[in-house]
């Protein structure tokens, strides 16, 4: 079996600091193969830099997604193409730096495909990802059994249509970009590990990782407002998902959490 670990949106320091200090413990204690996380956040909650997805790598994570924050760093867009394991999501415009597919060796010698995919539902209107899901898919060699998409998404709706897409073509298809972690977690059909959304890896005293103060300013007067992190209440979402790596199948999936310090 391969055991993939998947870490939802790591937002500025608090959720940097939680996977620097948990990582290597459930690593160790869940014998996880695979450790993949969503860094679309880790740049004070606004995108990622060549410096901290480095970090992020250093601390024990192969492949890092992004979303719709990918393009909020300029000094990123050039580390795309120089750095494989860190992934933007596939259905951007082609002329834009970096992929959103990567192939990586699991610790246990499998190799896994990982993917990176956006909504298009209240967010920008880029290609359509259900149709590049099938392209990434087919470009796949059938050996490579192990696959595992994150799907960057606003809506519920849009992400359990693409588990569904999906089912028996990939082995998980966990969503994220809410930073609230749903309890849908299941094995669907035809095999494939499935959750909405992972949650944030961040503070949680907040609003989606932002100071709740800035945030009920911008509810209560509709004015803009500068975006600050929260800081307090850290917690580490995500899932683990076993896969057999034979047959590309799950066969198990579950969240993890980690509340606090
Ligand atoms: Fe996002």
């Known amino acids: 079996m391969t055991n993939i670990l998947f870490i939802g949106d790591i937002f500025a320091s608090t959720g940097r600091g939680m996977v620097a200090r948990h990582l290597p413990e459930i690593v160790a204690l869940e014998n996880i193969h695979l450790t993949i996380a969503n860094g679309e956040n880790a740049a004070g909650g606004f995108g990622i ?44 415009p082609a002329e834009l730096p970096g992929s959103g597919l990567v192939k990586v060796k699991a610790s246990n010698g499998v190799e896994c495909a990982v993917m990176n995919l956006q909504g298009r539902s209240h967010m920008v209107p880029i290609d359509c990802p259900f149709k590049k899901a099938d392209t990434l898919i087919a470009s796949l060699a059938p050996h490579t059994k192990v696959r595992f998409v994150d799907f960057h998404a606003e809506l519920t709706s849009e992400k359990v249509a693409m588990g569904w897409h999906l089912d028996g073509r990939v082995s998980a298809m966990v969503g994220t970009h809410t930073h609230v972690p749903t309890a849908d977690t299941r094995i669907l059909p035809k095999g494939t590990a499935y959750q909405t959304d992972a949650g944030m890896t961040g503070p949680y005293s907040g609003v989606i990782g932002v100071d709740k103060d800035i945030v009920l300013q911008k509810f209560l007067k509709q004015i803009p407002v500068k975006m600050q992190a929260a800081q307090n209440n850290p917690e580490l979402h995500g899932v683990i998902v ?10 198990a999936i579950r969240r993890v959490e980690v509340i606090g310090s």
Do not use: M, S
């Open 242 to 251: 076993e896969v057999d790596e034979a047959t590309g199948k799950a066969t």
């Open 49 to 92: 830099t060549p410096q901290l997805a480095d970090e992020i790598f250093g601390f024990g994570v192969q492949v890092i997604t992004t979303g719709n924050h990918a393009w909020d760093k300029r000094e990123c867009y050039e580390y795309y193409d120089r750095q494989q394991r860190l992934l933007r999501p596939a259905n951007y």
